[in-house]
């Protein structure tokens, strides 16, 4: 499943770049106009932001921590992949709109200067996700439990009752 998720980054990254670069060359392809010299240096510096951008490990993270959702018939399970984050750096609030927030942060260890990585993706940094709950979660009675780097948050399901409509006798 994780890989069908990097492949499926992967493939969209080239897309979006190409779509990028074929914009700055068509516009590059214009140049006897100074507005499209212009147009054309932009999308030239876009282009290597954009680069920049998809290549740091940001990326990697918009969509961090992964989540699971399970819903049964008592309860709303959820679980949040926070491995290398410390429990005492993990923030749970809930809103009168049972809007679930987490956010947090995972604290990059020391690492010495002189090392020299072929490539860094671990991600550190801080997070934050929101999550809708839905109307008949009883906020009052979750549970969390944090093991193994999974916290997991139980939240009982109430039953919604449908309101009865009274039939109105027209005179």
């Known amino acids: 499943m994780q ?32 507005i499209d ?19 740091t490990s940001a990326l990697n993270n918009i969509n961090y921590p992964r989540t699971d959702i ?7 399970i959820i679980k949040f992949d926070l491995a290398g984050v410390q429990k005492e750096n993990i923030k749970l609030t809930v809103n009168d709109d049972k809007i679930l927030t987490i ?5 990059e260890q020391k690492v010495d200067k002189s090392e020299n990585y072929v490539k860094k993706e671990i991600f550190y940094g801080s997070f934050k996700k929101m999550i809708q709950l839905p109307d008949n979660a009883e906020i009052d009675k979750l549970s969390t439990e944090f093991k193994d780097g999974i916290l997991t948050i139980t939240i009982p399901k109430k039953e919604i009752k449908k309101p009865k409509a009274k039939v109105i006798p027209i005179k």
């Open 70 to 76: 399970k819903e049964t018939k008592k309860d709303l």
């Open 103 to 107: 956010s947090g942060e995972k604290k």
């Open 37 to 55: 010299m212009d147009f054309a240096k932009m999308n030239q510096y876009f282009n290597t932001l954009m680069q920049e951008h998809l290549n």
């Open 3 to 34: 890989t069908k998720g990097k492949t499926m980054k992967k493939i969209l990254t080239s897309a979006i770049a190409t779509l990028l670069l074929a914009g700055s060359l068509q516009a590059a392809n214009n140049v006897s106009d100074p």
